[in-house]
């Protein structure tokens, strides 16, 4: 039984923990050696430094989480897979890793992939090399959690840690066929997630299924004194809120979500679900969230203008990699041209121009008025559906260097996500088929904010009359 | 009348004497070990968040009320981006659109009377590192990063370098009032940059302005500010145009250097803070920290001239510190009797030269009002002199004794009794016949000539008063 606990869940290994039937160590070694196998082809960790670190950062108790590489984990490496963190290793734990540790369970000894700095749809912008997609190691898992998501798909992880600023745990998460939550703003801590956009940044569970979804929720949620922007409000128990009837429920279909760009595979499978959900006894209406169009540009305005800003920091000056140089201002100029991928600097150039004298109006104040009508778009929803559903992506997963040299087409690849991250509310993408190819195709719930508990009710109800949580790619 | 007018504005960075820093925990005491007052929130460590100390916003807004400015309902904090070394952030969270208040004022003292100065602005913001320079090498020292600062812009409403002294001194007495810095330039806890232009007299449109930085003491903003009119006016007699300019005092040399023109202008590229959620402050939060500002500076001379008889400008001199002010009303309330004449002038004489020898203020003396009021009990009752009782209090700063310790040990008591008098008198009289024969024969001069002598025979412990009496007495029987 012990090689095969790597492709349990968590809530199944977490009953067997508490039968005593096994001990942590045996879900250890089943998850290393299943890395050991199966990584080489996915990429889904970074590689372990050669010398191991002192200290008790990662003692295996309860059910080990795989942790995205842009959270801080005390005494371990935490480099956003980028040059320019080279080495850094945090003097404290982000304030998750603690609640996880809290919880009796652990981090994996290995941090998960990512676009550098979680700039990216693929997962492609690594120092590390791109991660592949389980289903078809020619394909991108998606990004920027997409080492999370492909190790999860994989058997690799039981459950993981991904940070979302535009999509970055829902696309993946569609991409590979496993469960992906974005919280609301505010629900879980940001204290120790290294920041893309801190408005729009939050951390959130990569799991088998929704069942797992609301446990690690359980544990991550919650108020933090040290993060002025989480929110003091009591955190439900969110398992409690599985097996709720759906009968009734009222859920919206934004017609915008629907128009040229959405694949027809894509399409057909969201038509399917929509299908099943109302044999169930939920109601769907069609309604429009009328500036939709708007999300993506108004998205890399405001996200690029906080990206430019929190990346000052990384100057060669107190931490990771330094260029030599004797003159301070060609060091700092060395060190970041070195440091940084291209994508980064992109983003940092556009960012800055957006914030510049004479320009900010027109682009960033502009944009964060945009961004109030998109949220008012979903308020008012809100006010008269439970939820709103949606494809997560427009598309199943592309190929490795598809999209590569053309930044547009792959920030459209966010297209369904951003809105969620520019109005703060919770929202998660399920599988809910495959594509001919087989592709997984994924499902997007979007609910009014700290309602993840009427996500996760209609998230079950779908997963609990469908199979397709059960499918797991053929990588051996 | 000057050819030229100077219009001058100044921008005062304060620390504010919280126990902590402004968005983490770390001790915001001065002179302890380079980075041993760090953690990796002040330190801007990667996937830190700032969490407001909200003892910050307390503070603040009772330097703004003191200072008559509107304070803000709505106010947030803003990121202000630029590279330095001594920022671990590379950006300094600041105010900058939506500041914690504006449109003050503060009143200052000229040659032609009280003036106003209005204040644009009071707001928040942190301080950044201290670079240290060695030959090879810069250090940096974080432990002064994210200790609050105020900034406190004025108008341009200075005309003269002594009114910007004057105003950095009415600023400085009004924060000690307030008790929420020590205002120590030598630290670096009150910092001062200027802006300053000429326009001839009468001109109403603005010169070229140029920003002065690097002055380590008021005196240091007033010299470089003397130093930068007579420059710019001897440019503009030569028909130069000048540019707008950063320059540096140069302290040792006493003249200004240029460092960096408009063209080096930065774009600081301010947007909102998304790690601090911006804040209401309620009316009712502004009373009650108006209900708790002390008496200040103004209320208290105008108090002291009613109340106590003083002086205006010996009511002045009194409340330009307020720890002598304190002491002084103590001694005042706790002095007996309805006039209180006796102590004011103690204050304003001796005690204030004592004080001005010593280079200390008057509360920096340390001496008791217990002990004063004794020392001033055998004045009035006649016991020592006056002259005995000045160097009586130069004893008691020195030695910390009690006055009645001091005049016993030093036999100080006067000589008040006539028999012992007479003793004395005697012997006087008996030396000095001529003056006897002079005061005989109508010369009045000659009674104070032998009282003066009856004083240095008995040391000065003999009562003048008594004294003259008894020899006008004896000499006119």
Aim: charged share 25%.
């Amino acid at each position: 039984m012990n090689k095969k606990l790597y492709s349990l869940s968590a809530h199944e290994l977490d009953e067997s923990l508490k039968n005593n039937a096994i001990k942590s160590e045996d879900i250890c070694s089943a998850l290393e050696s299943r890395i050991k196998e199966l990584d080489p082809k996915v990429n889904a960790y970074l590689k372990r430094p050669k010398e191991p670190l002192s200290g008790d950062a990662f003692v295996s108790t309860g059910i080990p989480v795989a942790i995205k590489d842009n959270i801080c984990t005390k005494g371990f490496y935490t480099q956003c897979c980028s040059r320019i963190l080279e080495g850094f290793i945090p003097p404290y734990d982000a304030t998750v890793i603690k609640k996880i540790k809290e919880s009796g369970h652990s981090c994996l000894k290995f941090k998960t992939n990512m676009d550098e700095f979680a700039f990216g749809s693929s997962t492609e912008n690594s120092f590390s090399g791109p991660t592949r997609n389980p289903w078809n190691l020619s394909c991108v898992p998606g990004g920027s959690s997409g080492g999370s998501a492909a190790a999860v798909a994989s058997d690799e992880a039981i459950w993981a840690l991904g940070s979302d600023t535009g999509g970055s745990i829902r696309q993946p998460a569609s991409f590979c066929g496993v469960v992906g939550l974005k919280p609301t703003y505010g629900r879980v801590s940001r204290f120790g997630l290294i920041a893309f956009a801190s408005s729009l940044d939050q951390i959130g569970p990569i799991t088998k299924d929704i069942y797992d979804s609301a446990l690690l929720m359980n544990i991550i949620s919650g108020y933090d004194p040290n993060d002025s922007t989480s929110i003091n409000l009591p955190v439900p128990n969110y398992t409690k809120a599985l097996g709720k009837d759906v009968k009734g429920f009222k859920v919206g279909i934004p017609k915008e979500y629907f128009v040229e760009g959405l694949d027809p595979e894509v399409k057909a499978s969201v038509e399917e679900a929509i299908n099943s959900l109302r044999k169930l006894g939920v109601d769907f209406k069609e309604v429009s969230l009328r500036h939709t169009e708007y999300a993506v540009p108004v998205y890399y305005i405001i996200a690029t203008a906080e990206a430019s800003s929190n990346l000052a920091r990384f100057d060669g000056v107190q931490y990771g990699f330094r260029s030599k140089d004797v003159n301070l201002i060609d060091m700092y100029k060395k060190t970041r041209g070195e440091g940084f991928g291209e994508e980064a600097k992109r983003r940092i150039i556009l960012g800055t121009f957006a914030l510049s004298h004479g320009y900010y109006d027109a682009y960033y104040l502009r944009a964060l008025k945009v961004r109030t009508l998109i949220k008012e778009d979903f308020d008012s929803l809100f006010k008269e559906f439970d939820c709103i559903l949606t494809p997560t992506a427009p598309t199943a997963a592309f190929k490795v260097g598809e999209k590569v040299n053309d930044p547009l087409k792959m920030y459209l690849s966010d297209i369904y996500t951003i809105s969620a991250n520019l109005a703060g509310i919770p929202g998660i993408s399920l599988p809910c088929g495959l594509t001919k190819h087989g592709m997984p195709i994924g499902l997007q719930i979007l609910a009014r904010h700290f309602e993840e508990e009427k996500i996760f009710s209609l998230a079950y109800a779908f997963e609990q009359n469908t199979e397709w949580h059960k499918l797991k790619p053929k990588l051996t | 009348m000057p050819k030229y007018e100077a219009v001058i504005g100044l921008e005062v960075h304060l620390h504010l004497s919280t126990r902590t820093k402004a968005f983490c925990g770390c001790s915001t005491e001065f002179g302890k070990e380079a980075n041993s007052q760090t953690c990796p929130v002040c330190l801007g460590l990667p996937g830190s968040l700032p969490v407001f100390n909200r003892t910050v916003l307390d503070y603040a807004i009772k330097v703004a009320l003191a200072l008559n400015c509107k304070v803000q309902e709505y106010t947030k904090f803003d990121r202000k981006n630029y590279f330095y070394p001594d920022l671990p952030k590379d950006y300094q969270i600041s105010q900058y659109d939506l500041p914690l208040s504006l449109d003050g004022f503060l009143n200052i003292d000229t040659d032609a009377g009280l003036k106003r100065i209005g204040i644009t602005r009071v707001h928040m913001e942190e301080d950044a590192g201290k670079l240290i320079h060695e030959d090879n090498a810069s250090l940096v020292d974080f432990n002064r990063t994210g200790v609050p600062l105020l900034e406190i812009v004025s108008q341009p409403d200075i005309s003269s370098p002594e009114e910007a002294y004057q105003y950095l001194s009415a600023l400085k007495t009004v924060i000690e009032y307030l008790d929420v810095s020590d205002c120590d330039m030598e630290k670096g806890s009150l910092r001062c940059d200027a802006n300053i232009s000429l326009r001839l007299q009468g001109e109403s449109s603005l010169g070229v302005k140029t920003e002065l930085k690097n002055m380590n003491s008021f005196k240091g903003v007033k010299d470089a500010l003397g130093y930068e009119i007579k420059r710019q006016s001897e440019l503009l007699e030569l028909g130069e145009i000048l540019m707008q300019e950063t320059r540096l005092w140069d302290v040792k040399e006493l003249k200004t250097v240029s460092m960096r023109t408009k063209e080096g202008a930065k774009d600081y590229r301010y947007f909102p803070e998304p790690d601090l959620p911006p804040f209401i402050i309620t009316a009712l939060k502004i009373e009650e920290i108006r209900r708790a500002i002390p008496e200040l500076p103004h209320e208290k001379i105008r108090r002291f001239v009613e109340f106590y008889g003083l002086l205006e400008s010996d009511a002045k001199v009194l409340a330009s510190s307020r720890k002598d002010a304190l002491f002084a009303e103590e001694c005042f309330n706790s002095y007996p009797g309805k006039d209180k004449k006796p102590i004011v002038n103690w204050f304003i004489g001796p005690l204030l030269a004592e004080a001005n020898n010593r280079n200390l203020s008057i509360s920096g003396l340390n001496i008791s009002s217990a002990h004063l009021l004794e020392l001033l009990g055998f004045l009035s009752r006649n016991e020592i002199s006056n002259l005995a009782a000045k160097a009586v209090l130069s004893d008691m700063i020195d030695t910390a004794k009690s006055p009645e310790e001091i005049i016993k040990s030093k036999n100080l008591i006067q000589i008040s009794d006539g028999g012992a008098l007479k003793e004395i008198m005697e012997e006087v009289i008996s030396e000095n016949q001529k003056s006897v024969a002079d005061y005989k024969s109508g010369k009045e001069n000659a009674l104070m000539f032998l009282v003066g002598q009856l004083m240095r025979k008995s040391q000065g412990k003999a009562n003048p008063k008594i004294a003259k009496e008894l020899l006008k007495e004896r000499l006119n029987a």
